[in-house]
Nanobody, 123 residues
């Protein structure tokens, strides 16, 4: 079992930056593909960014050029650096893990989830 806990979400002004962290316990994340999803009120979970266990990043078109994803297996942590934030980035951000080489942009492909961290961007 993998337990995931996100942190770093808060209220920030448009144009600002945040760094979200997702820390795992129970298992090493080195064998897992990791992903960030977001969910705004009244919407489904949307893909934000993923990183394979070999450190290949994949970003959604909505965040390319603004967000980066990285991982530190020694700390069992995955990060989402969010720059140039926009009000439309406001959402609950979830970290998810999937055992294996392949990552997916589909939420149902992930086995383990954190409870989420709220990001609110004011205009």
């Amino acid at each position: 079992q993998v337990q995931l806990v996100e942190s770093g979400g808060e209220l920030v002004q448009a144009g600002g930056s945040l760094r979200l962290s997702c820390t795992a316990s129970g298992r090493s994340l080195s064998n897992y593909g990791m992903c960030w999803f977001c969910q705004a009120p009244g919407k489904g979970r949307e893909f934000v960014a993923a990183i394979t266990r070999s450190d290949l990043p994949i970003l959604s078109d909505a965040v390319k050029g603004r967000f980066t994803i990285s991982r530190d297996n020694a700390k069992n942590t995955v990060y989402l650096q969010m720059n140039s934030l926009k009000p439309e980035d406001t959402a609950l951000y979830y970290c998810a893990a999937r055992l294996g080489i392949v990552v997916s942009t589909t939420p149902t492909q992930y086995n383990y989830w954190g409870p989420g961290t709220q990001v609110t961007v004011s205009s």
